[in-house]
T-cell receptor, first 110, second 113 residues
Framework: KAGVTQTPRYLIKTRGQQVTLSCSPI?????VSWYQQTPGQGLQFLFE???????NKGNFPGRFSGRQFSNSRSEMNVSTLELGDSALYLC?????????FGPGTRLTVL | QQQVKQSPQSLIVQKGGISIINCAYE??????FPWYQQFPGKGPALLIA?????SEKKEGRFTISFNKSAKQFSLHIMDSQPGDSATYFC????????????FGKGTRLHILP
């Protein structure tokens, strides 16, 4: 099976803009989670979607949102970008207990 | 109570030595403890995982030791190799609640050749 894919891999935006990141899970996986990874904070959980419903949510402001489509593909959106949003955004799909990560999208906010 | 505390933050080990990374948790409902390995430019990859019904799990050179009463678990890398140089994350989750996985802050491991 193909692994988790994320697009784009790299993104440069300016403050105030919005961005949409995409994640395609492993075929058959219905759960998709999103994480923000920064050197100072490590891996921080954003949210998880299961069968198109948000099942868990981390402690991030409402500027961060997501959704999942019927084919399990997921998108996350960040509105009104801030400099502190610069990070590696990771998507992971799950089969039971096992979570598989994609390569991430490196977002730089200038 | 949801935290997973990981130590050390960074670790340098000679080739052939044993690398040991420790994690501690508070939530006694956690029942799944995975370790992830991340190389630069890549996403984390599941390395090995343990459930609390066993005290040790070994896969090749990687061993998880689990102490339920102390609420601690550790990763041991035997005969450490330069290719093991990466960042390692411990994590914990309550699988009965389909709850999110809580990650430690990571340990940057460097194996000297």
């Amino acid at each position: 099976k193909a692994g988790v894919t994320q697009t784009p891999r790299y993104l440069i935006k300016t403050r105030g803009q919005q961005v949409t990141l995409s994640c395609s899970p492993i075929s058959g996986h219905r759960s998709v989670s999103w994480y923000q990874q920064t050197p100072g904070q490590g891996l921080q959980f954003l949210f998880e979607y299961f069968s198109e419903t948000q099942r868990n949510k981390g402690n991030f402001p409402g500027r961060f949102s997501g959704r999942q489509f019927s084919n399990s593909r997921s998108e996350m959106n960040v509105s009104t970008l801030e400099l502190g949003d610069s990070a590696l955004y990771l998507c992971a799909s799950s089969e039971g207990w096992r979570q598989f990560f994609g390569p991430g999208t490196r977002l730089t906010v200038l | 109570q949801q935290q997973v505390k990981q130590s050390p933050q960074s670790l340098i080990v000679q080739k052939g030595g044993i690398s040991i990374i420790n994690c501690a948790y508070e939530n006694t409902a956690f029942d799944y403890f995975p370790w992830y390995q991340q190389f630069p430019g890549k996403g984390p990859a599941l390395l090995i995982a343990i459930r609390p019904d066993v005290s040790e799990k070994k896969e090749g050179r990687f061993t998880i030791s689990f102490n339920k009463s102390a609420k601690q678990f550790s990763l041991h890398i035997m005969d450490s190799q330069p290719g093991d140089s990466a960042t390692y994350f411990c994590a914990a989750s309550d699988m009965n609640r389909d709850d999110k996985i809580i990650f430690g802050k990571g340990t940057r491991l460097h194996i000297l050749p």
